[in-house]
């Protein structure tokens, strides 16, 4: 991965010093992309999630469909927490996450509001990390 990450923030740099509208900036620009789209393709296979019944899964085998997988998928603090509780065998309670930080273009973020589970890239994940927690645990 850091090859591929060099490549990106070296090409980033030498578009920056291109005007805008510039030929080879967009030449580098294209290039970059699909050094991004590759790093893409590779970033799924190096996550393993793990559940409470002891099973572990590679990022790219909980997400079904043709769809593929979503950047970012894994990034968000719950399952990187929920990982870390079942590798180490301890049993969440109850979790919630937030955002912090400047409000994104769209609005989907806002800082100090809290977060639901996002459907396309969270939720695939929550669904194979809960298994084996009984609710009734959770008092």
Same mark, same amino acid.
């Given at each position: 991965?850091?090859?591929?990450?060099?490549?990106?923030?070296?090409?980033?740099?030498?578009?920056?010093?291109?005007?805008?509208?510039?030929?080879?900036?967009?030449?580098?620009?294209?290039?970059?992309?699909?050094?991004?789209?590759?790093?893409?393709?590779?970033? $799924?296979?190096?996550?393993?999630?793990?559940?409470?019944?002891?099973?572990?899964?590679?990022?790219? +085998?909980?997400?079904?469909?043709?769809?593929?997988?979503?950047?970012?998928?894994?990034?968000?603090?719950?399952?990187?927490?929920?990982?870390?509780?079942?590798?180490?065998?301890?049993?969440?309670?109850?979790?919630?996450?937030?955002?912090?930080?400047?409000?994104?273009? +769209?609005?989907?973020?806002?800082?100090?509001?809290?977060?639901?589970?996002?459907?396309?890239?969270?939720? $695939?994940?929550?669904?194979?990390?809960?298994?084996?927690? +009984? $609710?009734? +645990?959770?008092?």
């Amino acid at each position: 991965v850091k090859p591929i990450q060099n490549k990106i923030k070296e090409l980033s740099k030498k578009i920056e010093s291109f005007g805008a509208g510039a030929i080879r900036g967009e030449q580098l620009a294209r290039k970059r992309k699909r050094y991004s789209q590759e790093l893409q393709k590779i970033l $799924p296979s190096l996550y393993t999630i793990y559940n409470h019944r002891k099973q572990k899964r590679k990022l790219e +085998d909980v997400f079904y469909g043709s769809q593929g997988i979503p950047g970012g998928a894994g990034e968000c603090c719950a399952p990187k927490l929920l990982n870390h509780a079942a590798r180490k065998k301890l049993k969440p309670i109850s979790l919630a996450e937030f955002f912090w930080g400047k409000k994104n273009k +769209d609005g989907e973020r806002e800082k100090a509001l809290f977060r639901i589970c996002c459907k396309e890239r969270c939720q $695939p994940i929550m669904g194979f990390m809960l298994c084996g927690l +009984d $609710p009734s +645990d959770a008092k």
